[in-house]
């Protein structure tokens, strides 16, 4: 099996640079050795490799900065989303590609289903639809796997920004008004491990698009209180600990782009082709922080 990893560098692309090769040979890519919005580039290292899979990591992903960069996030995400689908029905590959929850508006005020119509409220959002839109278009065959609020060790987070500002201030003031799951880069690459042995070996994982995510949901204000608790467990020095973090509104905390109310997503019809049950966002979330805290008492 050869696999085409685009975006390598990136939170997700480092995890699943580390677990894919146990699925054969993988040829990981960063942005600077593949831009996805260079098509010669692409056609080049298709030709070149001649993967049976690519999966693509790569994304414009600076969601407030995406307000101003409109160009830029649609370039990545929906124009070069459609240089890797149509590169990908031209040579018979599986394309697997990650979206996310800023997809929808978040008014509706149950779990979102792949059924529900999106509505993006962000220009991000957008881009990533506008993608989604052009692979299930292209003709290829694919996987996209809408996700949510990933934090793992790699790259910048969520997590590591209150860790930081928690040993930088003597309170915080969290958002407690969104809700959602924080979902882990390994249980991302954890999906997509299972889902191309489907693909290779009995070639039964329906095209199309599924949710992804943990059970359960919180808030940032929710997670930033239990990655607290772990520090403080952990004995991370911090001047700001849990019992600091004040709940604030989305009103109080107003950013260059809008974030939806409700990130939650229905995940039902990915568990029906998982041979596991996704974990409670506690446990996953676990798992991430731990490497987190210990990362930063090395550094
Ligand atoms: N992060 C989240 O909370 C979240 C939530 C839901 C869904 N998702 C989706 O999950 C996927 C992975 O996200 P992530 O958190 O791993 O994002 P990330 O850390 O920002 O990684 C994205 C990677 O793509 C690279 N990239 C950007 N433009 C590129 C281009 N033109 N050609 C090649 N590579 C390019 C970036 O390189 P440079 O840094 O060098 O530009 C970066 O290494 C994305 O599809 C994202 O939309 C993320």
């Known amino acids: 099996m050869k696999i085409l990893l685009l975006g390598a560098n990136g939170q997700l692309g480092q995890e699943l640079n580390r677990t894919l090769p146990a699925l ?11 831009d996805i919005t260079d098509q010669y580039s692409v056609i080049e290292v298709i030709h070149n490799f001649k993967p049976q899979v690519i999966v693509n990591a790569a994304a414009y992903t600076a969601v407030d900065q995406a307000e101003s960069e409109r160009n830029m996030a649609f370039r990545v995400n929906a124009e070069a989303t459609g240089i890797l689908a149509k590169e990908a029905a031209r040579h018979d ?17 149950r779990p979102y289903t792949e059924a529900d119509s999106p509505g993006p409220i962000n220009i991000y959002g957008e881009s990533k639809l506008a993608g989604e839109e052009i692979i299930a278009g292209s003709g290829c065959h694919y ?5 949510t609020w990933v934090i793992g060790k790699d790259g910048n987070n969520f997590a590591k920004t209150i860790l930081r500002l928690a040993t930088e201030k003597d309170s915080l003031s969290i958002i407690n008004d969104q809700f959602g799951v924080p979902t882990s880069p390994a249980l991302i690459a954890r999906v997509t491990i299972n889902a191309i042995e489907a693909i290779a070996i009995a070639r039964h994982w329906p095209v199309g698009l599924y949710h992804l995510a943990p059970h359960g ?17 952990a004995q991370f020095p911090l001047t700001a600990g849990e019992s600091s973090l004040q709940p604030i509104k989305t009103a109080d905390y107003p ?29 996953d979330f676990f798992v991430a922080a731990e490497d987190i805290i210990k990362s930063y008492k090395r550094a």
């Open 255 to 283: 950013t260059p782009a809008k974030r939806p109310a409700n990130s939650r997503l229905d995940t039902s019809k990915l568990e029906q082709q998982l041979p596991f049950t996704l974990p409670h966002w506690q446990y």
């Open 93 to 109: 590959i599986w394309l697997i590609h990650y979206s996310t929850d800023y997809v929808f508006d978040g008014f509706k005020p």
């Open 143 to 147: 996987l996209i796997f809408r996700t």
């Open 24 to 34: 054969g040979e993988v040829m990981a890519c960063s942005h600077a050795e593949v």
């Open 217 to 233: 949901e919180t808030t940032w204000y929710g997670i930033a209180k239990t990655l607290l608790q772990f520090a403080e467990e």
